[in-house]
């Protein structure tokens, strides 16, 4: 079995720790001049030292750099970066409960922020694909692929209600239907959406994306054809990947998230093998981007996903009653 990120011994192994406030803000610093990247904002930490475990190392850079003694935390996400010939584990943690007030001990500028209004380009490259695993939630629905046209009314009702029931993310994967049916239908969701927080995005239609201001998801043949991101940093991109090409072509062009599949039997496409959950862990670690378990996938599946390195679960059929 060939090794992993963290187990290469050139691999600088960095903790970064995410630390929310009452209201919901994260605590970003800045990195100071003189440094790598000065400038740019990312979440505190540090590297690890030999010999050291994770947790302690997310402790004493907390002490060492914030003045705060960490009480509690859970892993995040763990993103492979590349910066030149320098290669980077950034291991991420939320720090659920702490001792102290946080404050600059090390000269860096700090700042509270909703993670909705960081702008991602004033952020370190590998700090990115962090704030959008905190942005995106851990359930993403699409569409089912054979909803006929005539049925527009039903799914009008169906998508907002999903959405009123706190759903934040959905794709709208409607091939039966013509172009502009599907864009007559964000549009009529898309108020309704923006009042609750939640993000449409339409299956492939990259232009009706910036038109409306929303996200596109890309299928895995497009997601291959195109070299860089199509869409500003502030309209959503996902991808649909089956592999670790796929995957690492997604991270290249800048897709905020993807989806990784099938990672079980599934009704759409029965004639896929499913990969089970030690390869969709395998990959969904090595991927530099949130990673969605699809095939098979229920809100039952939430849990199991998170315990192996996924964002969450996206699904079809399990998410429609």
């Known amino acids: 079995m060939p090794a992993t990120v963290a187990q290469m011994p050139d691999v600088m192994h960095v903790m970064a720790g995410v630390m929310r406030d009452a209201i919901g803000?994260?605590?970003?610093?800045?990195?100071?001049?003189?440094?790598?990247?000065?400038?740019?904002?990312?979440?505190?930490?540090?590297?690890?030292?030999?010999?050291?475990?994770p947790l302690a190392a997310l402790a004493r850079e907390c002490r060492e750099e914030l003045g705060i003694e960490l009480q509690q935390a859970e892993p995040l996400i763990r993103i492979p970066w590349q910066y030149g010939e320098r290669t980077l584990l950034l291991d991420t943690w939320q720090i659920q409960q702490w001792r102290g007030t946080p404050q600059s001990l090390e000269g860096q500028a700090l700042q509270w922020q909703r993670p909705a209004r960081v702008d991602p380009a004033l952020l370190a490259p590998a700090d990115r694909p962090i704030l959008q695993a905190l942005r995106l939630p851990s359930s993403y629905l699409i569409t089912p692929a054979d909803v006929p046209p005539e049925k527009c009314e039903l799914w009008f009702e169906r998508i907002a209600q999903a959405i009123e029931d706190g759903e934040q993310l959905l794709q709208l994967r409607l091939p039966l239907w013509?172009?502009?049916?599907?864009?007559?239908?964000?549009?009529d969701l898309l108020p309704l959406a923006r009042r609750h927080g939640a993000q449409l995005l339409l299956n492939g239609d990259i232009d009706g994306a910036r038109a409306f201001g929303i996200g596109v998801h890309?299928?895995?043949?497009?997601?291959?054809?195109?070299?860089?991101r199509p869409l500003p940093l502030q309209q959503v991109v996902g991808a649909s990947c089956h592999d670790a090409a796929q995957l690492a072509h997604a991270v290249r062009i800048g897709v905020d998230f993807a989806t990784l599949s099938p990672v079980a039997a599934t009704t759409s496409h029965p004639q896929a093998a499913p990969m089970g959950w030690p390869t969709f862990q395998s990959l969904a670690e090595a991927a530099a981007l949130p990673v969605y378990a699809l095939g098979g996938m229920g809100p039952s599946h939430i849990a199991q996903a998170r315990q192996n390195s996924g964002q969450g679960v996206a699904g079809i059929r399990g998410f429609w009653p």
């Open 218 to 228: 890309l299928k895995s043949a497009h997601l291959l054809a195109l070299s860089e």
């Open 178 to 187: 013509p172009q502009e049916f599907v864009r007559e239908l964000a549009a």
């Open 25 to 53: 803000r994260v605590l970003l610093a800045q990195r100071p001049a003189g440094k790598h990247l000065a400038g740019l904002w990312e979440f505190p930490g540090g590297k690890l030292e030999p010999g050291e475990l």
